[in-house]
Nanobody, 121 residues
């Protein structure tokens, strides 16, 4: 089992930055691909970024967000710059049991509880 705990969400003005963290515990290791997803009210959960054998970003995240990991700390980060009101959502961290990076939320085995990001205009 792997437990994931997100932190770093909050309220920020448009154009600002936030860094989300996802701390993993349990049977962790560098052999997991890690992803960030988000879900806005009334919308489906959507892929944001993932890191494993490669890194991938959604079109909306590309150029503004950066995913990284510190295996020694079992932590994954999502640096979000140039935030827009449409980035407002609950952001979830997820892990899957191999290093292949995939975009479907159903491909991930473990999930955190989420952290709220609100971007004001």
């Amino acid at each position: 089992q792997v437990q994931l705990v997100e932190s770093g969400g909050g309220l920020v003005q448009a154009g600002g930055s936030l860094r989300l963290s996802c701390a993993a515990s349990g049977r962790t290791g560098s052999s997991y691909a890690m992803g960030w997803f988000r879900q806005a009210p009334g919308k489906e959960r959507e892929f944001v970024a993932a890191i494993g054998s490669i890194t991938e970003y959604s079109d909306s995240a590309k150029g503004r967000f950066t995913i990284s990991r510190d295996n020694a700390k079992s932590t994954v980060y999502l640096q979000m710059n140039s935030l827009k009101p449409e980035d407002t959502a609950v952001y979830y961290c997820a892990a899957r049991r191999n290093m292949i990076v995939l975009r479907g939320s159903y491909e991930y085995d473990y999930w955190g509880q989420g952290t709220q990001v609100t971007v004001s205009s």
